[in-house]
């Protein structure tokens, strides 16, 4: 394998370029639509393996490739795909689940304790 050493990429034109960093340090490490509704299933995704159900609002996130440690961050959301409840969701990754090939998270209600399916589940992780 290749590996290619430099301090910013342009485009074709060299009218724009970014540092290498943002590439390497800014962008998702992985990500996953999914349904959590029923049986869970992947929409798309990016160094996601699969997706396990561990209870009602409760998922493992397996990476197809492992971080290089366990000190990621984990940002998403989750909404109904109908319905008239129009109140604020949240995607959660509880303290010490975070592995360098998994992350569990946990899908609610804002407003509520208990965690909750939801038909749309998104995840990002960045490391």
């Known amino acids: 394998m290749s ?3 430099l301090d910013t ?14 590439i390497v340090s800014g962008t998702a490490k992985a990500w996953v639509n999914f349904n959590g509704t ?12 699969s997706i396990t159900d561990t209870g009602t609002g409760r ?22 795909d109908g319905g008239t409840a129009n109140y604020g ?6 303290h010490g689940v ?7 998270v946990i899908t609610s209600y804002v407003y509520n ?3 909750q399916d939801f038909a749309y589940v998104s995840v990002a992780i960045f490391s």
């Open 38 to 49: 029923g049986t869970v299933a992947i929409r798309r995704a990016f160094n996601v393996s």
């Open 113 to 115: 304790t208990g965690a």
């Open 59 to 80: 998922y493992t996130i397996n990476f197809s490739t492992a971080m290089t440690d366990a000190n990621y961050a984990v940002a998403g959301s989750a909404s109904y």
């Open 9 to 22: 990429l342009s485009n074709k034109a060299g009218t724009a370029s970014v540092p290498s960093d943002t």
């Open 89 to 94: 969701r949240t995607v959660g990754a509880p």
């Open 98 to 104: 975070n592995t360098v090939n998994a992350v569990g």
């Open 3 to 5: 590996t290619l050493k």
